[in-house]
């Protein structure tokens, strides 16, 4: 399928052929048949992309401090290669569409293939000939609502956002600056809820629209206070409410609202501006600023938006799909009129034009830009990046390669896994596969796969392909490894190996019948602090003890380590790597855990965990998120045989032994990324046993589900042999 996307790195706009989405259980599959430009949104989006790196630190400077973090504790080259993969990606622009249900999914109810349905949402209602859109954001479209109108229902609802905000009741005075495509919107739904309005903004043909659509009064910038604005009441008390609808990087339409507000107003931020207040004139008036936040309650809600689950209607009124349905209901009554504000047309194929007229390449005035999308749209799940490749003239370059085929497109496996996959000798790079086409084909193309696809299953039924890397999100893994080997294909998994225990009983199964070998991406046993003790410690004398500290770092709310679905938390997620760790070290199997939490909250973040091991070594694992940043992530200390390792985040090493030091310093962390992918591929090549055997997997994954059990008991757990 066709969509539109704009490369990070290069800044360029352009339409690119990407697998077309699957349709996931908690949302629907539309065929779009109108998409709208938001001018002020998405030309500030264009803008920001275009900023040199200096400039995006000073738009982002809460991002350019992370940055600083990280290359104090990672070090500087592995910064640089963690920056390049996130500038070096697509993003989809377009959050406001409209088309036809082609598929439902299992998960919904009330929409059924055939419906005509509004979409709302970045990352959802993008400009592309087929989107996946949650349930939330999407919405029947009312009988007499054409397409084109429709396709303005993201932007319309931030508009009526902004209004209920504000609170405007029949025959208030309302002032909206900035007469763009929100602001024209909002301008009229005030007119329909009885308000007075007034429009002002520097564009004499904005102003001339505002008249068209019925605002009382429309004046520039400029000539406000030299025209009749007594009508109004501005030349007396003031506006009773002043909307900023502008989106500039200026502070005088905040300057300008407050000039505008009556004694004790309301100014309502819509848009986006600088809201630099000036004290004086706000404290005298007494003013009250209100920030209206997109489209209404739900927005920025993983648990609204991405699983479908409602508010209560009792409890919050107008949600972010009522505002929807809503907005349409206005469009439908003709209380609101897009057509006037619907300046350009352009087929998707020729949408490179609208965002010439954005940057400012075509001078030409603009306010409402509609993208339209062919009827049957190519819904194909692969798309092949090489020509030389595809099916017709695919061949295996050397029979001794190993066919690579990768689901999971990620900042993990662009940064980590990917570069050092790609410099294997002997390997053929099938098939990518991601959830999302356009990442898809921005891997495929930055590392040379054949071909993207958006469906794991074509990875699975590639008879080319003989090894599979896994590293999409952690509830995901059971799934993927199962079916992979039931293919009889080799498996590399990212950690966790799974979620749950049924998951790992599935798993055992698949594997005792499977040709293909399995291994999980327990990285650290292959790092050169691990390679060293197996020599620097010699086995059979004795016990080891272990002190393993983690500054695992406060992680915000909506992070994916939060969320219990995706990753069941940080003890499976995480702390796999240390028992897994212990494990290599000591060359035997963990019996027994016992965790507790640090402090009253029970949700993972600080814990103190001892593991007993099968030759009598100890693991004691402190995993902390409330130190601070700027100290290493990880530490290590090895006790036994009368000898000491100690690693410093896997970047500075020391072993003493027979009362001297010695210390290995390395130029950059390496945590064993690279070490791991030459063991696995090794194992294919010489058809030997895995590298990690199952027993093992399987015991550092009963280790986590044991911390959790003892967690919630209070009480040593063993883990079952």
């Known amino acids: 399928m066709k969509q539109l996307l704009q490369d990070l790195k290069t800044h360029k706009v352009r339409i690119e052929d990407v697998p077309a989405p699957g349709c996931l259980p908690r949302g629907v599959l539309v065929r779009t048949r109108a998409s709208m430009i938001s001018s002020g949104t998405e030309r ?53 569409s409209a088309g036809i249900v082609a598929e439902v999914g299992a998960k919904v109810d009330g929409f059924s293939p055939g419906d005509r349905v509004a979409c709302a949402g970045s990352g959802y209602a993008s400009h592309a000939e087929v989107n996946w859109v949650p349930t939330n954001l999407c919405v029947k479209i009312p009988n007499g609502v054409e397409f084109d109108a429709a396709s303005s229902v993201a932007v319309g609802s931030i508009a009526l956002q902004g209004v209920r905000i504000a609170n405007a009741r029949i025959g208030d005075r309302v002032v909206v600056l900035g007469l763009g495509l929100v602001g024209l919107i909002a301008a009229q739904i005030l007119k329909s809820a009885g308000c007075v309005v007034t429009g002002i903004d520097p564009d004499p043909g904005r102003v001339r629209l505002a008249e068209t659509v019925g605002l009382d009064f429309a004046y520039l910038n400029s000539d406000w206070p030299q025209n009749a604005a007594g009508a109004a009441g501005l ?16 502070a005088e339409p905040t300057r300008l609202a407050g000039q505008l507000a009556r004694d004790r107003g309301i100014v309502v931020i819509v848009g986006d501006v600088r809201v630099d207040v000036p004290r004086e004139q706000y404290y005298r008036k007494e003013l009250e600023i209100r920030y209206s936040r997109s489209y209404g309650p739900g927005r920025y809600d993983p648990a609204y938006e991405e699983k479908g689950f409602d508010y209560p209607y009792g409890y919050v009124r107008w949600t ?43 001078r030409e005035p603009h306010v409402g830009i509609v993208l339209t999308y062919h009827e049957e749209a190519d819904c194909s799940r692969q798309v092949f990046v090489r020509a030389d490749r595809e099916p017709s003239s695919r061949t295996r370059i050397a029979k001794a390669e190993i066919g690579i085929g990768w689901i999971g497109a990620g900042s993990f496996s662009c940064t980590k896994l990917l570069p050092a996959l790609e410099k294997a000798p002997g390997i053929d790079l099938c098939c990518v596969a991601n959830a999302t086409g356009p990442s898809a084909r921005k891997v495929a193309a930055r590392f040379g796969f054949c071909s993207c696809a958006s469906d794991p299953r074509v990875v699975f039924d590639d008879d080319e392909i003989d ?12 799934s993927l490894i199962t079916a992979a080997l039931k293919k009889h294909k ?76 995706g990753t069941h938390g940080r003890v499976v997620g995480e702390v796999c790597h240390f028992i897994d760790f212990a494990q290599a070290v000591t060359s035997a199997r963990p019996l027994q855990v016992q965790a507790w939490t640090i402090g009253f909250q029970t949700t993972g973040e600080n814990l103190q965990i001892q593991a007993r091991f099968s030759d009598g070594s100890v693991a004691e694992i402190s995993y902390l998120s409330h130190g601070d940043r700027s100290l290493p992530k990880e530490h290590i200390e ?5 000898r000491v390792a100690i690693c410093e985040d896997f970047r500075t090493m020391r072993f003493y032994s027979d009362g001297s030091r010695r210390t290995r310093r390395l130029w950059r962390q390496d945590k064993g990324h690279g070490a791991e992918i030459r063991a696995f591929l090794r194992s294919i090549r010489n058809g030997g046993p895995p590298s990690i055997e199952f027993d093992s997997l399987r015991a550092t994954t009963l280790a986590t589900f044991a911390i959790e059990e003892s967690l919630r008991k209070g009480e040593p757990v063993s883990i079952p042999a």
């Open 235 to 250: 030349d007396g008390p003031g506006a009773d409410v002043v909307l900023v609808a502008a989106s500039t990087r200026s």
């Open 44 to 96: 500030a989006s264009v803008s920001l992309t275009q900023k040199s790196l200096l400039g995006k630190a000073m738009e982002r400077p809460d991002l350019f401090r992370q940055v600083v973090r990280k290359a104090q504790t990672s070090g500087i080259r592995e910064t640089l290669s963690a920056v390049k993969a996130r500038l070096d990606g697509l993003i989809a622009p377009g959050y406001s």
């Open 638 to 642: 090895i006790f036994g045989a009368s």
């Open 490 to 565: 080799h498996v590399f998994a990212e950690k966790p190996l799974c979620v749950k225990r049924d998951e790992l009983r599935d798993i055992e199964a698949a594997y005792v019948q499977s040709h293909g070998s399995l291994f999980v991406g327990f990285n650290r046993r292959y790092s050169p602090f691990a390679e060293q003790c197996a020599r620097f410690f010699p086995s059979g004398r004795g016990p080891l003890t272990i002190l393993y500290r983690i500054n695992a770092g406060n992680a915000p709310g909506n992070h994916w380590i939060r969320d219990p679905d």
């Open 467 to 478: 090894a599979v890397f896994i590293t999409t999100p952690h509830h995901l893994h059971a």
């Open 320 to 362: 972010e799909k009522r505002n929807m349905e809503a907005y349409l209901g206005l469009i439908a009554s003709e209380k609101v009129r897009i057509d006037p504000l619907i300046t350009h047309h352009f087929p998707i194929g020729q949408g490179l034009k609208a965002y010439q007229l954005l940057s400012g390449q075509q």
